[in-house]
């Protein structure tokens, strides 16, 4: 079978906004469907791809009776693992709606300004929290974000600007109601 969208998780999720996939470690994951995670054990590769040949769960003719998607789904809109599971009920319906290359297209607009936020503003312990602001925010609300950011950073230190893009986007998250952290508890326990 061939892989078309190896950045977009089998159940929705967008890896380009995943912390692992954004890491230079040798424990960067490529994607959910590259070919490392492949050979991995998760159940929804050896189900949908392997044993199926469909790249996401909602193109399984077994989708709406599907007792571990249905769970799955049940517990991202709950809590999150090491990747932020807010959106992807919202995912699963934009790639319905509109196909995964309008998906792709707006989660690299989405990447693009991590990248920005990680490489000009992460002091060092922030790099979840600007993933969870990539997948959570609106594409507008981070670049408007990233702009005053700039221009109040002037000549900051990178701990200092850290600081400062972090009270932005958590003025919009208040404002907005969003949760900008991983919604702890044991997601695969539940």
Request: positive net charge; contains cysteine.
């Amino acid at each position: 079978m061939i892989i078309k969208y190896p950045e977009i998780g089998i159940c929705g999720l967008s890896c380009r906004l995943c912390p692992r996939y954004n890491t230079e470690a040798k424990s960067r994951c490529l994607g959910c469907k590259s070919e490392d995670r492949m050979a991995a054990g998760c159940p929804f590769i050896t189900c949908a791809v392997k044993k199926k040949g469909v790249e996401f769960c909602w193109d399984c003719t077994e989708n709406n009776s599907c007792e571990k998607w249905r769970h799955h789904r049940d517990l991202g809109s709950k809590h999150d693992s090491f990747k932020c599971y807010q959106k992807l009920e919202n995912n699963i319906a934009f790639i319905q709606k509109y196909g995964a290359n309008e998906f792709m297209k707006l989660q690299i607009i989405r990447e693009q300004l991590l990248k920005e936020m990680l490489q000009e503003y992460n002091e060092g312990r922030s790099k979840n929290y600007y993933c969870i602001a990539a997948e959570v925010m609106e594409i507008d609300e981070l670049k408007e974000s990233l702009d005053r950011a700039k221009k109040e950073s002037e000549g900051l230190q990178m701990k200092e600007k850290s600081k400062l893009l972090h009270s932005i986007l958590d003025k919009v998250a208040a404002e907005k109601k969003y949760l900008l952290k991983l919604r702890k508890k044991a997601f695969w326990r539940s």
